[in-house]
């Protein structure tokens, strides 16, 4: 089976983690202060924060913006889970927009009609690696007075109109194994607001500026230098692999007939963590995974469900919410292997496998 996605792990990941555990700096030490440097680079913000997972940065990011109960948070039901648990963790209330067909991203101009007097923030998904509009995103933002933090956890490298996403507010990122780069688990904070990256600091760990004086609530959400050390190799390799994603996502855009294949918009740069097609018409989706994985072609669907549909979201009484795009596309999303690993022998054997579809 040709896998949906597959962690690249070289003798130098390997070699950094062994420096590690020779050195005994195991957590929040050099090398987690040398890739939140790398990252901030990469990002073109003044800072980035280390955190244990993308889902923490997520959570540490709206605390850190005082975003709480009674707060309403805008975003998409078109996203990994994560997104919208992160609002909950805090106590406030997602507000769902749906999302354009074509970009599978929060459609910007149905943000407007649902801003209230409790809306705090728009968390803009980049799905796929593929940017949200950040445009007309920054426009409803700036007009309303809204926070921008960006879901930026499939998109490392990714850019809107020449500007790197997760700088156009505050941006969350992801290093779990299967991402673009990896460090097995962790996250990153980028901003450029030097206010918001202290309280990141401090509550990613419990609070503190000097040891054992809590100036506020926090919690453990540091990453280990064990991760960090497979973070730094894997972020010099991020140019690479972001151009072995693209040169794997033209040949499928070239070569797959019959089926919707994801088209790139002129000013936005797409980094490919999925490559999505569409089964659409009278085709059953479902049908045609069993077909892909009886030919050795993994597949994912992400997502199959809209996050408003989710138990928990469900019984919070959005069950009755029907975005029709979303709708319509949890049912004919596939995503198929894009991952820099690919051999030109698995691309020829994906594209004749969908093109019997
Ligand atoms: C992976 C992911 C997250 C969460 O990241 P973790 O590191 O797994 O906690 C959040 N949002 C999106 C869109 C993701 O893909």
């Excluded at 990714?158 to 097995?184: D, E």
């Excluded at 033209?250 to 490919?272: D, E, Q």
């Amino acid at each position: 089976m040709i896998p949906i996605s597959k962690p690249f792990i070289g003798e130098a990941e390997k070699q950094a983690v062994m420096a590690v555990l020779d050195s005994g700096m195991l957590v929040q030490g050099p090398r987690t202060a040398q890739l939140e440097e790398k990252f901030a680079d990469v990002c073109s913000t003044r800072f980035a924060i280390a955190t244990s997972s993308g889902t923490t940065a997520l959570h540490v990011s709206l605390l850190a913006y005082e975003i709480g109960p009674g707060d309403e948070v805008i975003t998409t039901p078109f996203t990994f889970m994560a997104s919208v648990n992160a609002i909950l963790y805090v106590g406030a209330k997602p507000i769902f927009v749906d999302i354009e067909e074509d970009t599978f991203n929060i459609n910007p101009y149905l943000i407007e009609a649902v801003i209230s007097p409790r809306t705090k923030a728009i968390l803009p998904v980049h799905l796929y690696g593929y940017p949200c509009n950040m445009a007309e995103i920054q426009k409803i933002a700036d007009k309303h007075g809204l926070i921008i933090i960006e879901d930026a956890c499939q998109a490392v490298g990714a850019s809107f109109q020449n500007k790197t996403v997760g700088s156009f507010g505050t941006g969350c990122f992801s290093l779990y194994a299967t991402k673009n780069i990896m460090a097995g688990e962790g996250g990153m904070i980028t901003t450029s607001d030097e206010n918001i990256a202290k309280r990141c600091r401090m509550i990613r760990n419990h609070g503190m500026q000097r040891r054992y004086y809590h100036d506020m609530l926090g919690y453990n959400f540091r990453m280990s230098d064990l991760h960090a050390a497979i973070g730094l190799v894997q972020i010099d390799r991020l140019k690479d692999f972001n151009e072995a994603r693209k040169s794997n996502a033209a040949f499928l855009n070239t070569h797959l007939k019959s089926v919707v294949t994801p088209k790139v918009r002129p000013g936005y740069v797409h980094v490919w963590h999925q490559y999505t097609i569409r089964v659409d018409g009278e085709r059953d989706r479902d049908a045609a995974v069993v077909k892909l994985n009886e030919l050795g072609i993994g597949t994912g669907i992400f997502y199959p469900v809209p996050a408003y549909k989710q138990a928990h979201l469900a019984a919070a009484g959005y069950g009755d919410l029907y975005l029709p795009v979303t709708e319509h596309l949890v049912k004919e999303v596939i995503s198929l292997p894009v991952h820099p690993q690919l051999s030109q022998q698995d691309l020829q054997v994906i594209v004749e496998g969908v093109n019997q579809l």
